[in-house]
Every structure is written in C-alpha cells, then in structure tokens.
C-alpha cells in the first residue's frame, strides 16, 4: 500500500510556476526556494542528472537571473517533465508534500492554457465568420451597385431602342409610301402605253 498523508502543503502557483511559450514553467530558482535548498545545490543536481540529450534539451533551458548584488547568475528553466525528473531523489513527507502541490499547479496551469486556448481559437472562429460576414456585406454593396449601374445603362438602352423603334417605323413608313409612288408611277406608265 502507498503510504499517503493527509494533505499538500499551501502552494502559491503564480509564485512557483509561470507561463512560457505557451507553456507551463518553473526555475531551479522557484524549485530552490519550494523545497528549501541552496540553489546552487539544485544546479548541482540539474548539471548531474543522467538523461538523454533530447530530454534535457526539450525540458531544461538555461537561463540568466540577477542576484542581490546585481550580478548575473546561472539559473534553469523547466517543463513539468523536467521538474519531475530533476525532483524524483528529493525525499521526505514535506518533499513529497511539495511535489505533488507542484505537479498539481502543473496541471492546473495547463488545463488554464488549455482552456484560454480553446477560448482564443473559439474567438479566432467567430471573429473570422465576422470578418467573412462584412466581407460578403460588402461584395453586396459592390453588387447592388453594379446592379444599380447596369439598370441604368438599360434604361439607356430601352431609350435608345425606343428611338430606333420609331426611325424604324418612320424609315418603313416612307418605304411604304415610295413603294406607292413607284407602283402609282409604273400604273400610270403602264396605262400612258397603252
């Protein structure tokens, strides 16, 4: 059986775990001051875990801190998984207290994360069928316009037809009536000969 106690040791998330690369983080600073050790013990035991070279280089990033004089120091950042790795030989209830309050604020910091980002690509989505909406908005501006203008230039064009229409009529008439002329005029030649 596992031995078990009976509850995690109060544990400030924001303190000891921040967001980086959209991604849930902690220091070998942060892991320092949780657990109560020297930081340069907890740089001794990162510099001397035995992992693979993929492993560290996914999990811990080497960063720069200013101490209290001003100086720059060495510190590490890391992943959930590269705490746990880094954490595994530290002993103890309060140890154990703290690693699960630290695995705990892991998880709860990804699932915020996970949820901002479902949050974000739902507002992505709507904002982009917003933006498509007002897009098609304005094709149909374009479109009642254009409409607008063919309308116009048709009602030129009836006009226009209306008026050949009536030459066309006219030009028909006066064929009619030189067509009566000339039968009138052939008639009478007819009749003259006779």
Known sequence: MV????????????????????????????VAEAFGKQHKDVLRKLESL??????????????????????????????????IFLVMGFTGHKAAAIKEAYINAFNMMAQQLMQRT????????????INYALMLSEREKHFIDEERQLKARFKILQAAMAEYQEELESYTDRRRQYRDVVGHLQL???LIRR
């Not at 980086?20 to 942060?30: E, F, G, I, V, Y």
């Not at 720069?64 to 890391?78: L, N, V």
């Not at 479902?118 to 069928?129: L, S, T």
Request: net charge negative.
């Open 50 to 83: 035995n992992c693979s070279a993929d492993f560290n280089q996914r999990n811990f990033a080497p960063v720069e801190y200013f101490d209290a004089k001003g100086e720059k120091r060495p510190a590490y950042e890391m992943t959930k998984d590269g705490f």
């Open 3 to 30: 031995n078990q106690f009976t509850s995690p040791i109060p544990f400030d998330e924001a303190r000891f775990i921040t967001i980086h690369d959209n991604q849930p983080r902690t220091t070998s600073l942060q």
């Open 188 to 190: 009478a030649g007819n």
């Open 118 to 129: 479902n949050y974000d690509a739902k507002h992505q989505n709507i904002n982009a069928m």
